[in-house]
């Protein structure tokens, strides 16, 4: 059962306050240790920063063994109500700059806010001046990270770990979600359009496409997140690629199936057509835009593949 801050006494007061240091210590290593290899100057911001608030709890362990002894009571953050619920970071990755930084953000807010309210309920003296003065010391450890991050992260280490973090990007998020896009918009032309062309029935060829678009979901699913474990490659998570790389390929499938839901067959026809067009644009661009491929070179690979797919359904079905 969580216990009101009003509650707490002084002692429990400076043990609580040493456990949150402690805290925010092992927080910032392991933030440190996390961003070492892909963001070497904001891993040794990090790590300042945890020796900074090292600094603090030495203080307040020296004022707690002078008024208390040397016993400190097990208080921690889930103990007293009013604190913000703060995951493990490494339940969170991947890990990118924005994220990181903005949390960093959120535990000074929080420790600067603890720290006023403790100093406020305090009567002793000591300790009334040592929390107000630590209160102080996070309301300039805003600049003091600013400080840190221009002497650990200038510019142009900002700016390479800002391409690291577009290269992690495109590696766990856009190569697996394309390679879907691709597979479930070509592979599952030439069942749609055969269905198509076969029957000439709308709600055949919308049949096979969904059958084609969710088997096909589910295998590159599957073969995604089963490739490998992201541990050597750096390709992320395989649950998260699995779910990227499936969903893809199924909304690909879907994207040139759904028109066949117009029960005139000839119109449902030309939009599926319509829609193939603009799916082999979206992949070009992509291609183009995150993949660094020259346009019209990303444009001849995709739509000849396309085509090749379309034509080959097309004769199937009218054969």
């Known amino acids: 059962?969580?216990?009101?801050?009003?509650?707490?006494?002084?002692?429990?007061?400076?043990?609580?306050?040493?456990?949150?240091?402690?805290?925010?210590?092992?927080?910032?290593?392991?933030?440190?240790?996390?961003?070492?290899?892909?963001?070497?100057?904001?891993?040794?911001?990090?790590?300042?920063?945890?020796?900074?608030?090292?600094?603090?709890?030495?203080?307040?362990?020296?004022?707690?063994?002078?008024?208390?002894?040397?016993?400190?009571?097990?208080?921690?953050?889930?103990?007293?109500?009013?604190?913000?619920?703060?995951?493990?970071?490494?339940l969170l990755r991947p890990l990118g700059l924005e994220k990181v930084r903005a949390q960093a953000e959120l535990m000074e807010a929080e420790s600067k806010r603890f720290y006023n309210t403790a100093a406020r309920h305090s009567t002793d003296a000591a300790i009334r001046q040592l929390l107000g003065d630590l209160a102080a010391e996070e309301r300039r450890h805003e600049q003091r990270a600013e400080e840190l991050e221009s002497e650990y992260v200038p510019a142009e280490v900002e700016k390479k770990e800002d391409e690291a973090e577009r290269r992690l990007f495109v590696l766990q998020i856009i190569q697996p979600g394309l390679a879907g896009l691709m597979d479930g918009s070509v592979s599952t032309l030439a069942p749609v359009f055969a269905a198509a062309f076969a029957t000439q029935n709308s709600w055949t060829a919308f049949a096979v496409g969904l059958a084609a678009s969710v088997g096909a979901g589910i295998s590159m699913g599957f073969a995604e997140a089963l490739s490998d474990d992201g541990s050597l490659t750096g390709r992320g998570q395989p649950w998260i690629r699995g779910i990227i790389c499936g969903l893809m390929t199924a909304l690909g499938g879907l994207g040139h199936t759904l028109p066949f839901l117009i029960s005139n067959f000839r119109i449902a026809l030309i939009a599926a057509a319509v829609v193939v067009l603009l799916e082999l644009g979206l992949i070009t661009w992509i291609r183009h835009r995150y993949m660094e491929t020259p346009a019209l070179s990303a444009a001849l690979q995709v739509g000849l593949g396309g085509i090749l797919v379309f034509i080959t359904g097309v004769l199937i079905g009218s054969s």
């Open 1 to 90: 059962m969580q216990k009101n801050f009003k509650d707490l006494s002084e002692r429990e007061i400076l043990a609580l306050a040493i456990s949150l240091e402690e805290e925010d210590i092992r927080t910032y290593s392991d933030l440190a240790e996390t961003m070492r290899e892909n963001y070497p100057g904001t891993a040794r911001m990090f790590a300042a920063m945890s020796e900074e608030e090292d600094g603090h709890r030495h203080r307040l362990l020296d004022l707690y063994r002078s008024k208390f002894g040397d016993h400190i009571p097990l208080i921690r953050r889930q103990d007293v109500k009013g604190f913000l619920e703060r995951k493990s970071f490494w």
